[in-house]
């Protein structure tokens, strides 16, 4: 990539000082695509410092549910190290995403105990169903906390609010940090500038599309889950999902702008086919060298960086988002959550869990396998830096430390996420593929979504 390209992407130096004021995570990625984790240290000294006693539920038995992604792959295989240091057998059972967002609120809303802790991402829905376990009183526990050894300092910034309920509740760990970030296939781009604006974006996509390779890659099926490129879209035109009073607002003038933008661009410069993408077609194609430029989560970038998985390793250049020239840029950002099950018949193991697997030296073992975690520390560690890659770890950080994460989490936190979500991705789906006008087909979506909104 030429130097007026590289002036867009941050470099390792420059990432280090941002401040680490705010994050979020949730864009999924399989962990089959993930890079083998490190070979894992067994020492167990690190938590020996903490001043709880980790047996105190030795002999217990907990269920660990949720979905194939980074967290669960980087997370596996350290579970032998959470049983030697506290005796808590831990049974995992994950399922590719979709199975599992369709399954967990029907067992949940059954009143099942199990699973004791399971990943998240409709934060409002939980607990507006009574479904997760408050946990205050648990981190308030000094025989099974100790906060000064968790220091939750070391959490980048909005990880420590986001699961922080108006109430001042807390029901939920952050466990994953991500942000809507682009890629670039450097050998496509040549001699070509980077863009810094939407129509920018739009047209260079527009003029590298040829017959073997498309221009861009962004996802548009009619599913809930492929709404994160959209959102980024949205949120940095100065849109938003809903509005103060928990109506949907994405058919805002600012919402329409920015879906036109998206369809055109797709239509004009996406693969064929694109009406079907959800987050692994977008992968895919890139890895593959089948599409110029892609925007999604910024966790692929282990995957695009590993020369067994993908043809364009070490030919990618990493930005963030590119801005309509009017608002600043405001990706989508999303936290996994990780929560206890109101239901459970063994929270203090399940909190005992939860600490010690999203602790500092668990962190820092995870991220060494290239999981991008909530910890400072480990975004630093030179082990992550090396599975991650430098230039997209400082483009990742950079949005997570600089963007405003309350569009993403205003969404999130909305206890009708899931059916808003599907209105959205519906609507984008029909402007990317139909050629339906932005502002009908959002118009029509919201309608229909308000009315059903209690």
């Known amino acids: 990539m030429d130097p007026k390209t590289r002036r867009r992407l941050l ?5 280090g000082r941002l401040l680490l004021g705010t994050t979020a995570a949730g864009l999924a990625m399989p962990s089959i695509l993930r890079r083998p984790a490190a070979a894992q240290d067994t020492d ?11 047996k105190q539920a030795a002999g217990a038995k ?37 199975e599992f967002l369709t ?26 169903a ?4 408050p946990l205050n009183a648990h981190y308030a526990d000094t025989e099974l906390f100790d ?43 040549a001699d070509r500038t980077a863009p810094a604006t939407f129509e920018e974006l739009h047209d260079l996509a527009a003029s590298l599309k040829t017959d073997a390779m498309a221009g861009i890659a962004l996802r548009a099926k009619a599913s809930s889950g492929a709404t994160a490129a959209s959102m980024a879209w949205l949120f940095s035109h100065g849109g938003a999902m809903v509005d103060g009073d928990g109506k949907v607002a ?29 987050w692994y077609e977008v992968l895919n194609d890139f890895t593959q060298g089948a599409c110029a430029i892609a925007a999604d989560s910024s966790n692929f970038a282990t995957t695009i960086g590993n020369p067994e998985r993908s043809r364009v390793a070490g030919k990618a250049g990493f930005s963030s988002l590119v801005s309509d020239g009017v608002h600043p840029v405001t990706p989508y950002m999303s936290c996994w959550q990780a929560c206890i099950n109101a239901k459970s018949e063994q929270k203090r193991a399940a909190f005992l869990f939860m600490t010690w697997a999203t602790s500092r ?46 569009p993403s989490k205003q969404i999130l936190f909305h206890p009708q996420a899931p059916m808003i979500f599907d209105a959205f991705a519906t609507a984008t789906n029909e402007i990317v593929t139909g050629g339906v006008p932005a502002a009908d087909a959002l118009t029509r979506a919201a309608e229909r979504a308000n009315r059903a909104i209690r």
Do not use: C
């Open 62 to 98: 907990i269920t660990l549910a949720g979905a194939t992604h980074p967290w669960s792959d980087g997370i596996r295989p350290l579970i032998p190290l959470f049983t030697e240091l506290t005796g808590i057998e831990v049974v995992s059972d994950f399922q590719s995403e979709s």
């Open 250 to 278: 994405f058919h805002s003038a600012e919402g329409i702008k920015a879906l036109d933008i998206y369809g055109r661009t797709l239509r004009d410069a996406g693969p064929l086919g694109v009406g079907s993408y959800d």
């Open 11 to 15: 470099t390792r130096r420059q990432a």
């Open 147 to 189: 906060a000064a050894w968790y220091d939750e300092d070391d959490l980048l910034g909005a990880a420590r609010g986001f699961p922080v309920w108006a109430d001042g509740e807390r029901y939920a760990f952050p466990i994953t940090a991500e942000s809507v970030i682009m890629f670039y296939n450097q050998d496509a781009m």
């Open 361 to 406: 030296p668990t962190a820092l073992r995870a991220a060494a396998g290239g999981l991008a975690t909530t910890r400072a520390s480990a975004w630093e560690s030179a082990p992550f830096q090396q599975a991650f890659g430098a230039e997209a770890a400082a483009s990742a950080l950079h949005s997570l430390s600089t963007s405003d994460v309350s």
């Open 130 to 133: 009574g479904w997760l376990e």
């Open 44 to 54: 167990l000294s690190d938590y020996a410092a903490a001043g709880i006693d980790w």
């Open 103 to 128: 399954s967990l609120p029907i067992r949940l809303g059954s009143g099942s105990t199990t699973p004791d802790v399971f990943m998240y991402l409709s934060y409002g829905q939980g607990i507006g």
